[in-house]
T-cell receptor, first 114, second 113 residues
Framework: KNQVEQSPQSLIILEGKNCTLQ??????????LRWYKQDTGRGPVSLTI?????NTKSNGRYTATLDADTKQSSLHITASQLSDSASYIC?????????????FGGGTRLMVKP | DAGVTQSPTHLIKTRGQQVTLRCSPK?????VSWYQQALGQGPQFIFQ???????QRGNFPDRFSGHQFPNYSSELNVNALLLGDSALYLC????????????FGSGTRLTVV
């Protein structure tokens, strides 16, 4: 069964600090991995997307890594800001006959405190 | 260029009623997927529509049905609402054959009382 596990479930950090969120997956075959940021009650917004051959991708203060051999990904947030408080969701895509299927992780709820 | 538009943004219904949620995909996208997201949980796949037909379906009962129109917009219908149907319903659009470009709407918050 395709699964995506994220850790930690929740995290509290002080403004200005760095943090790293983890994502392990068992999805196979693999198409790509995405990290989304979701504010409470809003739709997810894409941060990064990586294919099998990409190890690192950055988007401003967000840097995602992918190890396709161990099926692990991380999202590193640098110099956190209060606006980074949100849920961060790891989504793995697998090719299917009817188009790519997405498997969502449960998310990491990040709270940045002043 | 408009992104994915969902309506309404919020909705309150009574148990046993029926509800219709609407989604307009991003310009250039032809595939629409619907997700249910309970509070504090990740989104769960309901179904996907392409060329006006349901192509894939998640583990949801037949009370959940949908439709896609020739202009690629889509509706999600839920019959005989249960309290447990209370959730954020997300629509995501994409272009068939593209490996990228899933765009999510802001969702419809459904509360069943």
């Amino acid at each position: 069964k395709n699964q995506v596990e994220q850790s930690p479930q929740s995290l509290i950090i002080l403004e200005g600090k760095n943090c790293t969120l983890q994502c392990n997956y068992t999805v196979s075959p693999f198409s790509n991995l995405r990290w989304y940021k979701q504010d409470t009650g809003r739709g997810p917004v894409s941060l990064t997307i990586m294919t099998f051959s990409e190890n690192t991708k950055s988007n401003g203060r967000y840097t995602a890594t992918l190890d396709a051999d161990t099926k692990q990904s991380s999202l590193h947030i640098t110099a956190s800001q209060l606006s980074d408080s949100a849920s961060y969701i790891c989504v793995v895509s697998a090719p299917g006959d009817a188009g790519n299927m997405l498997t969502f992780g449960g998310g990491t709820r990040l709270m940045v405190k002043p | 260029d408009a992104g994915v538009t969902q309506s309404p943004t919020h909705l309150i219904k009574t148990r046993g009623q029926q509800v219709t949620l609407r989604c307009s995909p991003k310009s250039g996208h032809d595939t629409v997927s619907w997700y249910q997201q309970a509070l504090g949980q990740g989104p769960q796949f309901i179904f996907q529509y392409y060329e006006e037909e349901e192509r894939q379906r998640g583990n949801f009962p037949d009370r959940f049905s949908g439709h896609q129109f020739p202009n690629y917009s889509s509706e999600l219908n839920v019959n005989a609402l249960l309290l447990g149907d209370s959730a954020l319903y997300l629509c995501a659009s994409s272009r068939r054959g593209s490996n990228y470009g899933y765009t999510f709407g802001s969702g419809t918050r459904l509360t069943v009382v």
